[in-house]
Each structure stands twice: as C-alpha cells, then as structure tokens.
C-alpha cells in the first residue's frame, strides 16, 4: 500500500517563500509520477506541478511556472515543492498524488493515491 505524507505548510507573506514535502512510502512503484495539487475554499481542486520520479521530466500549470520548482531526492523518496514570490491567490491546502504510469499530467482523474494535505496561507 501507497502512503503520501505533505508537510512544510503554513502561513507567510506574500512575495515570501515555502517548501513542501511529500514523502512516499509502501509500494513505491505506484509512485513513479508524483503531483502536487490544491484546493482553495470554495474552488475546485486544480493540478500545480508533476514530475517523473524516474526521468526527471515536469510539468507546471501556467499560473506557477516560473514561481514554483518541484524536484525530487529519491533517495529519501520525497519529492519537494518550492514555492517563491507567493501571492494571497496561492492560499489553498496542497496535496501530493501518485501515479504509477505516465505522462507527466495534471489531470486528477489520472491519481489514485493522495496524501492529507497542507495548508498553506499567504497573507499580510
């Protein structure tokens, strides 16, 4: 069994910066592809970024690229998040989700593995 674990939420300025995490543990191999997406209140849940665990290969949704990086450390099989110049519309809980078979997308209907999310505010 796959389990996801975010971390590295919480609350900054904008124009400020946060990393998540997302550690991968179990049956690993449902995990080649991982994504980050989120949900703001009241808003549907919208895909942020995608990589391969295995190529290295990405993708970003146009509204982050540019601002935020995902990579990843296999060895500590954790694939990372970084978020820079952070606006209030950035506000939302992230999640991490699994694929095992590719491509590299940010269709939701493509996950079935999901972690329980972090929050992350962005706020003056």
């Known amino acids: 069994q796959l389990q996801l674990v975010e971390s590295g939420g919480g609350l900054v300025q904008p124009g400020g910066s946060l990393r998540l995490s997302c550690v991968v543990s179990?049956?690993?191999?449902?995990?080649?592809?991982i994504a980050w997406f989120r949900q703001a209140p009241g808003k549907e849940r919208e895909g942020v970024s995608c990589m391969s665990r295995i190529s290295g290969i990405t993708n970003y949704a146009d509204s982050v690229k540019g601002r935020f990086t995902i990579s990843r450390d296999n060895a500590k099989n954790t694939v990372y998040l970084q978020m820079n110049s952070l606006k209030p519309e950035d506000t939302a809980v992230y999640y991490c989700?699994?694929?095992?078979?590719?491509?590299?997308?940010?269709?939701?209907?493509?996950?079935?593995?999901w972690g329980q999310g972090t929050q992350v505010t962005v706020s003056s």
């Open positions: 989700a699994a694929q095992r078979f590719g491509p590299c997308t940010l269709s939701i209907n493509r996950f079935g593995s």
């Open positions: 179990g049956f690993t191999l449902d995990a080649n592809y």
